[in-house]
């Protein structure tokens, strides 16, 4: 199962960021995501354990949802189907059939791209002057 996505930047140097094209770029990633994890839970079949569950009542594939927040610091996709948790973890009858865990692994590196992209210019100097990306810029 993979983690969550994070950045780290170096701030010594740098104090402010573009919020509207980081927010831009966290918008787009979560619809990436969102957009996997229909794809997965759109085939009509019954799923095994360790895959996506299949497509019964519909439910699942059309409670998923992407957006960034509107400070522009995070991005949420997930699902708001009642029953989706049950899905994601298992329960001790039934092995887990993880939905946005396998969506975000699918699409880690698109995510990764989009945001490496906003947020390496849309970085500021103390100055106010835009800069290129800084120095130490970790992803992982």
Same mark, same amino acid.
């Given at each position: ?13 740098y104090m402010q960021f573009d919020r509207k094209a ?12 969102? *957009? ?7 085939? *009509? ?13 519909? /439910?699942? $594939? ?8 509107r400070r522009g610091y995070a991005m949420v996709a ?19 059939r993880p939905l946005m865990s396998v969506a975000l ?18 970085? $500021? ?5 835009? /800069? ?6 970790? /992803?992982?």
């Open positions: 199962m993979a983690g969550p996505v994070k950045v780290q930047v170096d701030y010594t140097r980081v927010r831009g770029a966290m918008r787009k990633a979560a619809a990436v995501v969102k *957009k996997e994890a229909k794809r997965l839970s759109s085939r *009509k079949a019954v799923s095994l354990p360790g895959q996506p569950p299949g497509r019964a009542s519909g /439910t699942l $594939f059309g409670s998923a949802y992407g957006r960034g927040s997930g699902t708001t189907s009642p029953h989706a948790h049950l899905l994601e973890l298992g329960t001790r009858h039934m092995e887990p692994a699918n699409k880690r590196d698109a995510v990764v791209g989009l945001l490496e992209a906003a947020i390496g210019p849309g970085i $500021f100097a103390i100055d106010g002057s835009p /800069t290129q990306a800084p120095p130490k810029v970790e /992803t992982g």
